[in-house]
């Protein structure tokens, strides 16, 4: 459900936005001590994603979001609800 | 000319590892130290999946540990390893601490001896010498694909010497520009004993660096492994910081039962600033010169390098670039 909210947020994001909206995600992630709860194949998925340049694509951002909301729930909800805080203005 | 590495603790899981290193890479560091503990991941299986997916960067396992790994076993293992990535591998050899070693039921025995006749024995299989020592007789049954260099990981006054008598390098686990000089001079008292050249051994400083823009986040991260380092500190280095009785005994307690939270309460962070490079990323650039000056031809960044780490990686590179221009190296 808060990936779902968070992919409406980015939707209305400029391209610059979302890079750097995914550098932000993927340091949250890597910061991560909670990462034994991402499973393996979403985390295989956003390292590939990262090394073929893709995690910019709705498909991947998407995973890597769902890896953040796991690993890092309040970090995400915070974020999220900067995006969305950002969507009403 | 000084080069610089990454130390990765492989605790988390293969694929942030590898995206960790693929970004090492990337950044340009030379290489990356994948350290070795019983409770992690074994860094031998580990770099034998980095290497793949790698090209330039060389690997350090370390520090691997004789009375854990049987040197037989140390020597097969990197063998094979130099068959995935000839000419990128190295390995640290130490005695590592005497905690961690009683909590897995091995008594730290002996540690110089240990340490000198683990390199003999690594040394000669890895040259495709039959070994005949003590009880230890045998040769490789494969030839490996490279040489490799063998560093001595070391705090202790005696062990850095030996470091300098034996090692291809030394892993000098200090971080604190003075302490860097001490470790420094002795690893050179060693030298001198062979007649080497200073210049033909690689001497590391194994740095323990927590940086963040924000101060606080950055102590908070680095705490347990202050109190690590801490516990396995040399009697006269804890003396030095007047790191003594109740309060010492306070910090062994939670490290032997992990308990982080205690450790937040009994850690002083003075003695965290004595044994980390902790603070904004501009505490890193102030200390570079200072430790590339003493000599050390290996600047390793560890764990934990901050609460943020991608970003602090490039914070970091940043700060090895400007020093890099400013000492002309």
């Known amino acids: 459900m808060d990936v779902a909210r968070f992919m409406e947020a980015v939707k209305e994001l400029a391209i610059e936005e979302k890079h750097s909206l995914v550098g932000e995600l993927l340091d949250i992630l890597l910061s991560s001590v909670n990462l034994e709860v991402v499973p393996d194949d979403v985390g295989w998925r956003v390292n590939q994603a990262y090394r073929d340049g893709k995690l910019i694509e709705d498909e991947f951002l998407r995973e890597l979001a769902y890896a953040v909301s796991i690993a890092e729930p309040a970090k995400f909800r915070r974020v999220t609800e900067r995006l969305k805080g950002e969507g009403l203005r | ?60 396992l370390g520090v691997v540990n004789p009375y854990t790994i049987n040197p037989f076993v140390i020597a097969q293992l990197a063998a094979s390893l130099t068959e995935v990535a000839p000419n990128r591998i190295r390995i640290a050899i130490g005695a590592g601490d005497k905690t961690t070693l009683e909590s897995i039921g091995i008594e730290r025995v002996k540690p110089l001896e240990k340490i000198r006749e683990a390199v003999t024995i690594i040394r000669q299989l890895l040259s495709k010498k039959k070994v005949t020592i003590d009880r230890v007789h045998g040769r490789l049954d494969f030839n490996p694909r490279s040489s490799v260099l063998i560093y001595i990981g070391a705090q202790g006054p005696k062990m850095l010497q ?30 001198e004993r062979t007649g080497r050249k200073i210049e033909s051994i690689d001497i590391a400083a194994y740095l323990t660096v927590s940086l963040d823009l924000d101060p606080e986040k950055a102590v908070k991260t680095a705490i347990p492994y202050a109190a690590y380092i801490l516990c396995g500190l040399p009697e006269k280095m804890m003396e030095r910081m007047d790191v003594r009785g109740e309060k010492l005994i306070k910090v062994k307690e939670a490290v032997q039962k992990g308990d982080w939270l205690r450790l937040y309460d009994v850690m002083d962070v003075d003695i965290v600033k004595k044994l980390v490079i902790v603070g904004q990323p501009r505490i890193l650039r ?26 602090t990686l490039r914070e970091i590179k940043k700060a090895i670039d400007e020093a890099k221009t400013r000492l002309c190296i």
């Open chain 2, 1 to 60: 000319m000084t080069t610089f590495s990454v130390e990765i603790v492989p605790k988390d899981p293969l694929w942030k590892i590898d995206l960790l290193t693929y970004i090492i890479e990337e950044l340009g560091f030379s290489g990356v130290w994948l350290s070795e503990h019983p409770h992690n991941r074994s860094s031998f299986i580990t770099a034998s999946s980095l290497l793949k997916k790698t090209s330039r960067v060389w690997m350090g």
């Open chain 2, 162 to 191: 030996l470091g300098g008598e034996i090692g291809d390098g030394v892993l000098a686990n200090y971080s604190n520009p003075e302490d860097l000089e001490w470790a420094y001079n002795e690893v050179r008292k060693g030298i």
């Open chain 2, 286 to 311: 102030e200390k570079l010169g200072e430790i590339i000056d003493i000599g050390y031809s290996q600047v390793v960044i560890g764990a934990p390098i901050g609460p943020r780490i991608l970003q």
